[in-house]
């Protein structure tokens, strides 16, 4: 006897990684030149040449002991002031170091923020479409999600949303820039979303937390920056990680920032530190964790990223297909040529073109693109996705 | 309104860093050199050369898209496999990579088997003296702990333990060698451990798991190596880290072993990575996945503990104490000299000796010395423990 959810979180994986790993086996049997693989958001541009150098410098300077060492749990005092400097130059955030806590990604972040606010049979609004992992998170704290489909611009309905508040309503997670839309969240959705919530609050007598996902913030291709939940609502907390700007997604960290604003800012502080406790975390890894003291700021090429998504939204576009102005991410979301998205994405594998369908992110009848992949996959793709449209056209 | 234990936990620490930190504080006010602090187990010895030697390959010769990579949940299969070939070699275990999930350390191990397992309201036997966080990642799965006091000789009391087993027991925790204790369990142990445990789930028609914490596995001094409960019960799940035998707790990397003898070993195996990724792990850090693959086996010039564990026993005995025989890890256990420990390590304070009472750990009236420190500082706090032996004489 075992339990039921962790052997169904155990057995299956989300679609994501089915698709990856059909792609492997694909790969063995014709050639990985023969592919088209856009299923996972592995960065392929490599990391800021800052990284290696600095792990070199370090493992030369520092003493063995202290380098690999434990740290406090929420990470090295001088780590957090240095993540907090870059944060409020950049955003005016008004953190201190006191306010961090650094974890191993995004995906801790998340699984770490929500079992620390969360009581059991607690609600978490998502905005459709999202990560799949948000419903393991939320379930694994004993919370429930609600899916509240996008406008048709893929920013937030600001009706359906007021009419999912509930008295149970504890969270809010967004996820902007978005996988798998590549949408960015415009300022008047923030200010909407927090005028909304802040209502609610007061309604219900209770804090909501919008917890922001934040893993894309740096990639953006139109804009400077992206606008940012914290500084619209008090109640905010930012679950960051490293893994895309900084091409680390393998090292694992990350971590969750409370909005020094927040009418029980101490306390949330607290119980984060509390869940990672429960969850088994130590502290993040040591020296990655001083690998980023030094290199925070640095970001990864992303030139190429623009470039293929330009390339890849114009030549789907030429072809007849409906795809959501991406913005940021590195993810093209298009509307599939069926009503069933896992059958026009199994359909599309007779092209050897790897999609993935839009279900498990919480919608029907779309598919999602990684498009970091090499530019020339993308070009030698483009005949195959006529050759797919040609079959619905018949 | 947030979750009552996750402030709990966010707001208190252990004993240990308890006094840990105030350590921090003291050696500030007076010096470190006047400071005798005995509080935590950090290795004092430096990773093997190995270590930073193939970080700097690594670093030099692996592409880094890759090297920084995602990798799966579980860890790199060829680590996996490399792991399971040294435990085979060294224990005939019998494992395959497949029975092997990457984890990061011994306390995510221990968390996500816990969670693997438990349905709310089972109990988890814990053998005192225990590591504390136990007693955290059981009530974090909602499980119950109960403790099992030990044998004089602090081999575990079999009818203690016996009584203690009801319906509800779905697993044992242990660990050897013993923190804070120093103890290894003796064949006999885990031979009499395996065959009540045994009868117990026959009768109860239930696997019970023996979880066996087992980061000090190669910390043992008088001996080749430990008797392994892999060995004695098929229902054991073994959970390690590679902080202490390498010297790199910062690090964070470990593993769950699942024994291939289990009766459910696949369902367990798919549990435990259920649970991980419930508590929001997706990988164990690359870069030291692949360093781990390399230097599996590895281990610090352990003597130096050696050194210490003699000079600090020795000395200790020679002014009255009583200890427990320190057979491996780094710490040693000794008597308080009154019944209430905490008063006892407050009073040590005034000689600047920084102990860890027992109470954390399951006991009462005696205390923990972590002797992975100087050589020269045991020697310097002979004086302070002979005038902390005469206040209790007088």
Known sequence: MLPEKMLAWGYTRNCIREVMEYGTIRKAEIGAENVYDYSIGNPSVPAPAGINETIAELIRDEDSISLHGYTTAAGLP????????????????????????????AASSIAISLRAVLFPGDEVLVMAPFFPEYRVFTEASRGEIRII????????????????????????????????????????????????????????????????DEPYR??????????????????????????????????????????????????????VKGAGRALGYINPPSLFQRVIERCVGQISDISKYRANRDLLTSG???????????????YLFAKALEPDAKAFCEHAKRYELLLVPSNDFGMTGWFRMAYCVDNDMIRRSMPAFRKLMDDYRK
């Open 218 to 271: 740096e990639l953006v291709y139109d804009m400077d920056k992206t606008p940012n939940a914290m500084n619209y609502y008090d109640d905010s907390i930012i679950c960051y990680s490293f893994s895309k700007a900084m091409s680390i997604p393998g090292e694992r960290i990350g971590y969750v920032a409370v909005s020094p604003r927040m009418k029980d800012c101490e306390a949330v502080c607290a119980a």
């Open 149 to 212: 489909p996008p406008r048709e611009d893929f920013q937030i309905d600001m009706e359906l949303l007021s009419a999912a508040l509930s008295e149970r309503t504890k969270a809010v997670i967004i996820n902007s820039p978005n996988n798998p839309s590549g949408m960015v969240y415009s300022e008047e959705t923030l200010r909407e979303l927090a005028e909304i919530l802040r209502r609610h609050e007061e309604k219900i007598g209770e804090t909501i937390y919008l917890i922001s």
């Open 316 to 330: 789907l576009r030429e072809i007849g297909y409906e795809c959501v102005d991406p913005k940021g991410a590195f």
């Open 78 to 105: 001088s780590l957090r002031n240095a993540i907090a400097k870059d944060l409020n130059d950049r955003y005016d955030f008004g953190l201190d170091g006191e306010k961090l806590y650094v974890t191993c990604g």
